[in-house]
């Protein structure tokens, strides 16, 4: 099975592309993709697909003569549900949630390493360092080494799901802090990913996760703290509509990766799209561990 590979760079896309029709998007419900640093390699969380372990699950397809190819199920996969996979910029790492047996209660994050056959290691908690009672969701590493990206709704906040930042001390992540000024509200925060050097700030945001719209925003860092965020300027992207999980392309810094539901191209429940990533600058200020 191929497909190809949607819009070669940013200067070829329009607006969006829907990314690997039939292999990664799918008439299942597909979302939260990421692309390896060498671009060879595209994992992504599926609902529901035939020939997972059922639930929601992690696929991953490899890049051959310019088409995604290969779709598979990883080994990683549980009877539990598997989701919001991330590779790390550096190659190392695959971040995502589980609510597998033996974790703290609720989605908990793991990460796996990546293996030089193309497999991962063993499922590794990351521990209570960052996993509480509640839900911790879409860990995204960097820009910065040793930060940690993620939405909970264990760690106090605003409300409902918020975003923090862990850093690792002592051979763990630790110490989570509430992203500083006003990107935290009453709503459900979630699905976050810095682009640049940190200065901003792609999201998604619901009153209600998983049972109301969902809206991708864009946030600036102004005077050390991320504003609340306008919505990001894709046509399919609105008030009424599920659009989610913003994701860099580690191989084309320019390009995101969206997920949602477009008038066309459509393969099912929920695609996934490449997008421009959106030119947005802020100070440098927001990513001090010491806030």
């Known amino acids: 099975m191929s497909t190809p590979l ?7 896309l329009s607006e969006y592309g829907i990314e690997g029709m039939g292999v990664v998007s799918t008439p299942a419900a597909e979302g939260h993709a990421s692309v390896s640093a060498d671009g060879r390699r595209i994992v992504w969380g599926a609902i529901d697909r035939e020939g997972g372990a059922g639930g ?7 890049l051959r003569d310019g088409r995604w190819q290969d779709p598979a199920p990883l080994a990683l996969n549980s009877a539990a549900n598997e989701f919001d996979p991330m590779l790390s910029p550096d ?22 390493e990546v293996m030089a056959d193309g497999g991962f290691g063993p499922a590794e ?13 879409a860990p995204m590493p960097g820009p910065h080494a040793g ?21 690792w001390r002592d051979g763990r992540f630790a110490d989570p802090r509430p992203l500083p000024g006003a990107v935290n509200t009453a709503a459900d925060e979630f699905d976050a990913a810095w682009i640049g050097d ?14 109301a719209p969902v809206r991708v925003f864009v946030s600036r860092c102004e005077d050390d703290g991320y504003t609340v965020g306008e919505p990001l300027s894709l046509s399919f992207n609105t008030a009424e509509a599920v659009t989610f999980a913003p994701a860099p392309d580690w191989h084309k810094p320019g390009e995101l990766l969206v997920s949602g539901v477009a008038r066309a191209p459509r393969a099912g429940k929920l695609d996934i799209y490449r997008t421009v990533t959106p030119r947005t600058e802020g100070d440098g200020g927001c990513l001090n561990p010491a806030r």
């Open 6 to 12: 949607a819009m070669a760079g940013a200067s070829g």
């Open 147 to 167: 930060q940690l990206l993620f939405a909970s709704d264990g760690h106090g906040g605003a409300g409902r799901h918020d975003l923090f930042v862990a850093s």
């Open 125 to 137: 908690n990351l521990g209570d360092g960052v996993n509480s009672a509640g839900d911790e969701w």
């Open 198 to 211: 940190g200065g901003a700030l792609v999201f998604a945001r619901s009153r209600e996760a998983n049972a």
């Open 91 to 112: 190659g190392r790492w695959l971040y995502f949630y589980s609510n597998r047996d033996g974790g703290f209660g609720g989605d908990d994050l793991y990460r796996a």
């Open 56 to 62: 929601m699950d992690l696929w991953q397809a490899t």
